[in-house]
């Protein structure tokens, strides 16, 4: 039958046309199928090679009939077609039920196993049984290139908890020796359930996206093979010493996971490059990635109410990138961390920016013993509970890092120190808020540092000149006063002021010095100049007749003074002046205050404890007793003194 399909204007007209159309299949149906009508390139050949389906070769789907064959014949039958068919495999919505794993042969390439969606109840699932024995490690093996998985659910079946399941990988990509170490895989819109590993991908090329890894043990793991283990590609970009690239891990949710998210710690880590791990969450999350970062990105994931670290950078990571990343423990102690990002081993000009943390148990970001940081910088870093008073925001241990802190927000209980850096390293640190009014910056360690107030026992910024020559430090020496210690190659400091002088912030609020912190001599060209204005006086008038009777009883005497004879012996020298004492008595004696007038002064301050680094031992303050002094201010009793002749 001839179907007519030339003007074909109006609606009456389209419909005859569907008319014909049933009547020509009607009539085709009752003909039968011929060869010629389904022989290679014919219409209906290519339109039955469109789709593979696993229910076209005995597959069911209830869940209960094992479906283990059937879909390893259709994987078969997909795989044998040629270059320009479509190798696709389909599962409609059912659950399968395998027993064994599913082989996909190496001789092949591009093709696809997809379903209708991975979850809910129009889901297409995979249920696999393990068979109780060795024989099965990987579910879907794939040692292609091009290999693509959508919209699919695969789950091992177990009753127990994840952390007890069979060592079964749910997909693995892994080319044989004879072939190069292409992969380009694609895995997107997949839910895996149970698995003690979900995806394993040896080779270049990795998507996974907008995936559910639900109870997994390792999710993603990323290898490469040895030398000599594939055919290196002719191209100089593509050799095993130039690194290889194009891994994406984005948008996937990692729920109640066993270990780690993202894994690339294998014996050739260091040549996976190009990471892009982004837009991940894990929920009861543990580990978002551990392993080397080189030319990568880590950005915008969170993991909340983990009991573990939650990225782990290991040696050889470099030109990197971790940023805005959202990472908290719980108020249950059994899920918080001890750290949420750690440093171990050498690593080379990185950034970490963005980051937000809260409650873990040591310290929030953490380089470990051994570890060197080399141009590392750390940008919009906030904070709120560490472990304890001692601990850090960021600590790290050693004395050869480079690193630079730009923007510390911390808001949890008091801490000793918020940043703590060993002696030796070469730190700058600038811009630190605290939203604990009782909270103050402290920093200690070797620094080069500005917009920070210091607490800690060794140098944190050292003065070179071009050549070479130490010129100075600045440093904090641990007195107990929260104060800023300069320190010159010679013992001296020099202040040359753009404005020629060298003022405090406020006006007459504050000491130079303190009763118990005393400077021992103060050289002037001339002496100190006191306020002597009329306008900022009142109640002017002659000396109280009591006041001259009190100072008339002062006496002058001369003395040595017992910390002058302690360090110098005989050679101490001898002063004359006035005893403090005496002035108080003096005054009372005449019924008058002491401290009312200008001239006597008292000073106390508390006991201060030994502290010493919790890790290395090392003094940074010393023990120093409770104590009080008296002070004389001799040009107010100088003019009483003339007062009352």
Same mark, same amino acid.
Do not use: F, H
């Given at each position: 039958?001839?179907?007519?399909?030339t003007n074909l204007d109006s609606g009456e007209d389209k419909v005859k046309l569907a008319r014909a159309a049933i009547l020509a299949m009607a009539e085709w149906m009752n003909e039968g199928v011929s060869d010629e009508k389904v022989a290679p390139s014919s219409k209906l050949y290519n339109r039955i090679h469109d789709v593979v389906s696993v229910r076209d070769f005995g597959a069911v789907g209830d869940g209960e009939t094992d479906?283990?064959?059937?879909?390893q014949t259709a994987i078969t039958a997909a795989a044998s077609m040629s270059q320009g068919e479509r190798r696709a495999v389909w599962f409609p919505k059912g659950l399968y039920k395998v027993t064994g794993g599913l082989s996909i042969p190496d001789t092949t390439s591009h093709l696809t196993l997809y379903g209708e969606s991975s979850e809910g109840i129009g889901a297409s699932a995979i249920y696999f049984y393990h068979p109780g024995d060795a024989s099965v490690t990987v579910l879907i093996d794939a040692p292609i290139q091009n290999f693509t998985m959508l919209d699919l659910a695969v789950r091992q079946m177990s009753e127990s908890d994840y952390t007890a399941l069979d060592p079964v990988t749910a997909v693995r990509t892994k080319r044989p020796t004879t072939a190069t170490a292409d992969t380009d895989t694609i895995i997107e819109r997949c839910c895996f359930k149970q698995f003690s590993k979900g995806i394993e991908n040896w080779g270049r090329g990795l998507k996974a996206s907008y995936n559910v890894f639900d109870q997994c043990g390792e999710c993603i793991e990323l290898e490469w093979p040895d030398v000599g283990d594939y055919a290196a590609s002719a191209p100089a970009i593509s050799q095993d010493t130039t690194g290889f690239r194009a891994f994406r891990i984005q948008n996937n949710r990692f729920h109640s996971i066993g270990t780690i998210a993202v894994k690339n710690s294998g014996a050739n880590a260091s040549k996976i490059h190009a990471i892009d791990i982004s837009g991940n969450m894990l929920d009861i999350g543990r580990r978002l990635f551990e392993g080397v970062l080189v030319d990568g990105q880590i950005?915008?994931?969170?993991?909340?109410?983990?009991?573990?670290?939650?990225?782990?950078?290991q040696d050889g990571s470099k030109n990197y990138v971790v940023s805005g990343l959202v990472m908290a423990g719980n108020t249950d102690a059994s899920r918080i961390p001890d750290y949420f990002i750690e440093f171990t081993g050498t690593h080379t000009n990185g950034?970490?920016?963005?980051?937000?943390?809260?409650?873990?148990?040591?310290?929030?970001?953490?380089?470990?013993?051994?570890?060197v940081l080399n141009g590392v910088t750390f940008n919009g870093i906030s904070c709120g509970t560490v472990g304890s008073s001692s601990n850090n925001v960021i600590r790290l241990v050693g004395n050869s890092h480079k690193v630079a802190i730009n923007g510390l927000t911390y808001y949890g209980p008091l801490l000793t120190e918020a940043v703590r850096v060993d002696s030796g390293s070469v730190v700058s640190v600038s811009g630190y808020a605290s939203l604990n009014s009782a909270t103050p910056l402290s920093v200690s360690g070797a620094y080069t540092t500005k917009d920070v107030v210091i607490n800690g026992s060794n140098v944190f910024q050292k003065f070179v000149s071009q050549s070479g020559t130490e010129l100075g430090s600045l440093t904090y020496e641990n007195a107990g006063t929260n104060g800023i210690t300069l320190v010159s190659s010679d013992g001296s400091i020099n202040f040359k002021p753009s404005n020629n002088s060298v003022r405090p912030f406020d006006d007459n609020l504050t000491?130079?010095?303190?009763?118990?912190?005393?400077?021992?001599?103060?050289?002037?060209?001339?002496?100190?100049?006191?306020?002597?204005?009329?306008?900022?006086?009142?109640?002017?008038?002659? $000396?109280?007749?009591? $006041?001259?009777?009190?100072?008339?009883?002062?006496?002058f005497k001369q003395f040595k003074f017992k910390d002058a004879v302690a360090r110098k012996g005989a050679a101490a020298r001898t002063h004359a002046g006035v005893i403090a004492q005496e002035v108080k008595a003096a005054f009372e004696s005449e019924g008058l205050d002491p401290f009312a007038w200008g001239v006597l002064c008292y000073d106390e301050w508390p006991e201060e404890p030994e502290v010493r680094d919790p890790e290395t031992g090392e003094v940074?303050?010393?023990?120093?007793?409770?104590?009080?002094?008296?002070?004389?201010?001799y040009d107010q009793l100088l003019c009483l003194k003339l007062a009352s002749m």
């Open positions: 039958m001839t179907i007519d399909t479906d283990t064959e059937a879909i950005v915008n994931n969170q993991s909340i109410m983990t009991p573990t670290k939650v990225i782990v950078l950034q970490i920016s963005n980051v937000t943390m809260d409650n873990c148990s040591i310290d929030a970001i953490r380089a470990s013993t051994g570890s000491s130079l010095g303190m009763g118990s912190r005393r400077y021992s001599v103060v050289y002037a060209g001339t002496g100190t100049i006191n306020t002597s204005d009329a306008e900022d006086k009142e109640e002017i008038r002659e $000396v109280d007749e009591a $006041v001259t009777r009190a100072v008339r009883k002062i006496s940074v303050q010393e023990y120093r007793p409770a104590g009080s002094r008296y002070g004389v201010r």
